[in-house]
């Protein structure tokens, strides 16, 4: 069973071979599946990398391997190939499109006018 935030094992299996790359020299390479749901951890729950949990690992590794992924296009990948598997599962539309917004209204003192009835800014 899986915990907040990780991957089960049927959605790693569909994955993990973007992600898992043979080493050849060097200290050992910690888990990626272990490191992935750290990234998730983070992204997810909105804290700092400092804060991940030490079940991660230190969170720097867990940092370093995410700037590694996004740079190198692994992410992208990874989307690439879940989008393909929706859509031969036809569980995607491709003639329905979403775009999500959000907005939020800005008072005055955002755009430098002041606060109503105060004093003026120099």
Not at 112 to 117: F, L, P
Request: charged share 35%; proline share 4%; with cysteine.
């Amino acid at each position: 069973m899986s915990r907040r935030y990780e991957l089960p094992e049927e959605a790693w299996e569909l994955i993990a071979d973007l992600f898992s790359r043979p080493q050849r020299t060097g200290r050992p390479r910690r888990d990626d599946r272990l490191m992935l749901n750290g990234i998730f951890w983070v992204l997810c729950s909105g804290a700092a990398w400092r804060d991940l949990p030490e079940r991660f690992g230190p969170w720097s590794t867990v940092y370093q391997r995410f700037r590694d992924w996004r740079d190198d296009g692994t992410f992208t990948k990874v989307l690439e190939r879940l989008h393909i598997r929706l859509r031969e599962d036809g569980l995607i539309d491709l003639e329905t499109w979403m775009i999500d917004s959000t907005s939020i209204r800005a008072t005055r003192a955002a755009a430098g006018g002041g606060k109503k009835g105060g004093g003026r800014s120099r």
